[in-house]
């Protein structure tokens, strides 16, 4: 399937549509907690992930998204490069456009409305707001149930190796970005549906 044939686009925030050197540098030390080959090996196996391996990320998650908020507030975020115009293009071609973050759903929100990207974005979800942080797939089957939007034409959009493991999980696309917190070698190992170096590389996918 051709990206542009997706209905519906999920993005993660942080590292995906917008910018952050320090969380890109500091959440190396703290997020990566499970073991990504042995959750990929055994995706058939979970309907929702319950195994060690991933509560223990869950529990990083909290951490990870309670640090950044603090962060963030010493330090603005801006959006990446060609992000304004990808949910621009992406909602002038009438397709839903949502986040589903780890990242605190209020201070999601007050960033996009400062940017102004919030006039693009339909829906926004925190992990925290439904207790059930990535890898684990609540949040995004429950975007995809509330769109009413067959499997099959809804993507994700991340930077990490959670993110794509979370989509495989919702029975989902996924698309990672290179140029957020995972390297390309952690990337590789859960196997996304489709990779770009960055937002504009996937903006010319979408565009092409």
């Known amino acids: ?48 992930p319950r195994n060690r391996q991933i509560s223990i990320d869950e529990d990083v998650g909290k951490l990870y998204s309670l640090l950044y908020d603090f962060y963030s507030y010493a330090t603005m975020p801006t959006l990446k490069d060609c992000a304004m115009k990808t949910l621009r293009t992406l909602k002038r071609r009438g397709k839903g456009t949502a986040i589903f973050t ?15 990207s919030i006039r693009y974005i339909d829906f926004i979800l925190s992990a925290g707001s439904i207790h059930a942080f990535k ?10 149930r509330m769109f009413r939007i067959p499997k099959k034409y809804c993507l994700y959009v991340g930077d990490m190796a959670s993110d794509i493991i979370s989509a495989k999980l919702a029975g989902i696309d996924s698309c990672a ?3 957020g917190v995972d390297s390309s070698q952690t990337i590789d190992k859960v196997n996304p549906t489709f990779t770009f170096d960055s937002l504009c590389g996937f903006l010319r996918k979408l565009e092409a």
């Open 1 to 48: 399937m051709h990206i542009s044939d997706y209905r519906l686009f999920i993005f993660d925030w942080d590292g995906t549509l917008s910018t952050s050197t320090f969380l890109v540098r500091f959440s190396r030390l703290f997020k990566t907690r499970y073991n990504v080959s042995h959750v990929s090996a055994n995706l058939d196996r979970y309907r929702m």
């Open 102 to 116: 780890d990242a605190a759903r209020y201070r999601i929100t007050r960033e996009a409305d400062e940017n102004d």
């Open 135 to 144: 890898p684990r797939p609540d949040g995004l089957i429950f975007i995809q």
């Open 177 to 179: 970005l290179l140029d």
